[in-house]
């Protein structure tokens, strides 16, 4: 999807189209979520420091977040794509892979096909534009669906495949992300066509496995198949704070909080986890992750207890301006597992009843007494990795 929050938005809100629209926080501490089209050319995006954007876009509409109209959406758009095909892979709230192998007798040729999702996509949303991406593998497919956004269309003959990635960016190696972008410039890659040419023991060496797996994804070898069922690896929650906090006590609190929201959206989901990890980022945007493997649970107490111990261990004064707490490993609830020697139904009857109490009368309904008259949060996400069958796309 085109710019997918702020073209909700601008849909929504007549007024906004045609205008510069940043979706995200006010405050200057928070990130930029998505920026419209007419916001990018003043070199403004997701992911930038509201204070950035705000100096780079002066006249920018800030507007707050919607998630749940964005997965209204979204669930509309997911349904469109599977009337294209039984196979199709969803991997955030806005994109997601169709496998229309056998297709071309329904639709036609590929362009045919990608015109007409485009029609069926606006026809069913009201307006939303997509750009479709086409070739014989998922790597290309999605470097191709971001050529000539937006409401475009690129389809990549597999015969054309190392000719059109060379002259990429090694930016658009999936998997490359900026500390490895930059490795990679330091090493002398610039082009997938540097990648390409190297020779992959070399690569092996300077980049381990990652470079063997670019070597491959650099002359268009990616033999994943569209996995229309996906299993979720990890479900987390992190807040940008209003204000740096180093005093211990502030920062298993918000521990606390991002352990009770990630234990509460497992528990819905029907989900375990067996590993936690903790995430901070410093005033100076440094950011640091521990974690540690612990038996299946799906208890807020379980988390915070292990989120409190990789804190204690990691040993950093701060301060800090983001504080988070994740699962992964994640297996479903019914699954069998081993228990502890010790444990006790208390914890699980106190979230069962938080569970239900929230459930009927909203996340508001009941908070924790240490978070009595405190409101210290600019930004709270939730990031669920994949999506299984039924699952709710990730925010």
């Known amino acids: 999807m085109d710019a997918f929050y702020a073209s909700v938005e601008q849909l929504d809100n007549p007024e906004l189209r045609g205008k510069p629209v940043l979706v995200g926080p006010k405050s200057d501490r928070g990130v930029v ?47 469109v794509f599977a009337d294209f095909s039984p196979s199709v892979e969803a991997i955030s709230l806005d994109e997601a892979f169709l496998d229309m192998t056998g297709a071309e007798d329904l639709f036609g040729p590929p362009e045919q096909m990608a015109r007409e999702l485009q029609r069926q996509v606006a026809k069913a949303t009201g307006g939303l534009t997509v750009s479709v991406g086409v070739s014989a593998t998922k790597y290309v497919a999605k470097v191709a669906s971001g050529y000539r956004k937006p409401h ?92 740096d906090v180093s005093h211990p006590g502030e920062i298993r609190r918000h521990l606390q909080r ?56 990691l040993g950093h004064p701060g301060p800090f301006r983001l504080i988070g707490l994740g699962s992964f490993d994640l297996v479903r609830a019914e699954a069998p597992q081993q228990l502890g020697l010790f444990d006790t139904a208390a914890n699980s009857a106190l979230e069962s009843v938080m569970d239900q109490v929230k459930s009927r009368f909203g996340d508001g309904a009941l908070h924790r007494a240490s978070d009595t008259g405190r409101d210290t949060i600019i930004d709270a996400h939730q990031h669920l990795d994949f999506l299984s069958e039924g699952e709710e796309p990730t925010e």
């Open 33 to 79: 979520l998505t920026a419209s089209y007419e916001a990018r050319p003043f070199n403004v995006g997701s992911a930038m420091p509201v204070a950035v954007a705000r100096r780079r876009c002066p006249q920018g509409i800030w507007v707050p977040p919607r998630f749940e109209r964005y997965k209204e959406l979204s669930e509309c758009i997911m349904g």
């Open 152 to 243: 475009g269309i690129t389809i990549v003959p597999p015969e054309s495949v190392r000719a059109w990635l060379a002259p990429q960016d090694v930016s658009r190696l999936w998997g490359a992300g900026p500390k490895t972008q930059a490795r990679l410039r330091m090493l002398g890659y610039e082009t997938i066509a540097d990648v390409a040419s190297a020779d992959v023991r070399v690569l092996r060496e300077q980049l381990g496995a990652m470079g063997v797996q670019f070597h491959h994804l650099a002359h268009g070898r990616d033999p994943r198949q569209v996995a229309r069922l996906r299993q979720a690896k990890s479900l987390s929650s992190d807040r940008t704070l209003a204000e």
């Open 258 to 313: 991002s352990a009770d929201r990630v234990a509460g959206r497992l528990r819905a989901k029907g989900y375990r986890a067996r590993g936690v990890r903790i995430k901070l980022k410093t005033a100076d945007f440094k950011l640091i992750t521990r974690q540690c493997v612990i038996p299946a649970t799906d208890l807020a107490a379980d988390f915070y207890s292990a989120g409190v111990r990789l804190f204690e261990k």
